[in-house]
């Protein structure tokens, strides 16, 4: 009976975490505006990685690195704002799949932080080879939650 | 003559910065939405943390320190964004003053930083008195800046 207890006990834990992380939207509009406001800032970033990555402009670690950074605290921030119930509605290119299964969006999220945090680690190192071949990780794990999760 | 020259070299390596820097938005339209969505989110986390100060939500020092680094990262993330020529014309409520007087501007974007980092050295503290005052900094050197660049 001691288990039981310990698991409702850590559910009720759990749920009250991420309900006051819901709470702090007031309106849906402000979760859609906050998840859009944070994916098109990765957007940009990575925008600024991938001319160095592809040599449209010359790589620059220090730069790289600063994006790299920013790009992998940005990751951290927005999953929240995506799984506030009614979000699906309005302004916003969310598919409805991701309430209907959150287990599958929040493992896709972590996916994007690990993989940043791997880009990290390559963009603290001098191998362009690893870091492009991370780089390519990262945006692979971009597409995959985007072709399951955003309509087009 | 050898000074006059050094001064040249400078301004151009200045310029050259700046330069590289204001090209890494391909368009107006690009500025004004990194902007928006940079001021949009630090909007958002001094929200979370005037709920703290103000007592509307418990103070927990975690959440608010983590709130402060990211308000400090994001503050020094806009003003290359705002300095851009044209981009006072389109959606948005940058006054032209921005562009004309770009020293008083990235006087008061300076401002920011440095009370944003006081507050996340007063934040690692436990004196919330202090955090409260420093707190307060912070949203007057948004108003002081609101208030000479941005049209209502």
Same mark, same amino acid.
Not at 26 to 43: E, H, N, S, W
Not at 45 to 51: F, I, N, P, S, T
Not at 82 to 107: H, I, Y
């Given at each position: 009976?001691? %288990?039981?207890?310990?698991?409702?006990?850590?559910?009720?834990?759990? %749920?009250?975490?991420?309900?006051?992380?819901?709470?702090?939207?007031?309106?849906?509009?402000? %979760?859609?505006?906050?998840?859009?406001?944070?994916?098109?800032?990765?957007?940009?970033?990575?925008?600024?990685?991938?001319?160095?990555?592809?040599?449209?402009?010359?790589?620059? +670690?220090?730069?790289? $690195?600063?994006?790299?950074? $920013?790009?992998?605290? $940005?990751?951290? $921030?927005?999953?929240?704002?995506? !799984?506030?119930?009614?979000?699906?509605?309005?302004?916003?290119?969310?598919?409805?799949?991701? !309430?209907?299964?959150?287990?599958?969006?929040?493992?896709? %999220?972590?996916? !994007?932080?690990?993989?940043?945090?791997?880009?990290?680690?390559?963009?603290?190192?001098?191998?362009?080879?690893?870091?492009?071949?991370?780089?390519?990780?990262?945006?692979?794990?971009?597409?995959?939650?985007?072709? +399951?999760?955003?309509?087009?």
């Amino acid at each position: 009976m001691k %288990a039981i207890w310990k698991t409702i006990v850590c559910f009720a834990i759990v %749920a009250g975490i991420i309900g006051s992380a819901y709470a702090q939207f007031a309106r849906t509009d402000d %979760a859609i505006k906050y998840r859009q406001a944070v994916m098109f800032l990765i957007g940009q970033h990575m925008g600024r990685m991938a001319a160095m990555v592809k040599g449209k402009q010359p790589y620059n +670690q220090k730069n790289f $690195l600063r994006n790299a950074v $920013l790009v992998e605290t $940005l990751s951290k $921030l927005p999953w929240d704002s995506f !799984l506030l119930a009614g979000s699906d509605k309005g302004q916003t290119k969310m598919k409805s799949e991701v !309430l209907e299964n959150k287990e599958k969006f929040e493992e896709a %999220a972590q996916n !994007l932080e690990t993989e940043m945090a791997k880009l990290v680690s390559a963009a603290n190192g001098s191998d362009f080879n690893a870091i492009k071949a991370q780089f390519g990780a990262v945006g692979k794990s971009c597409k995959n939650c985007h072709d +399951q999760f955003r309509s087009r």
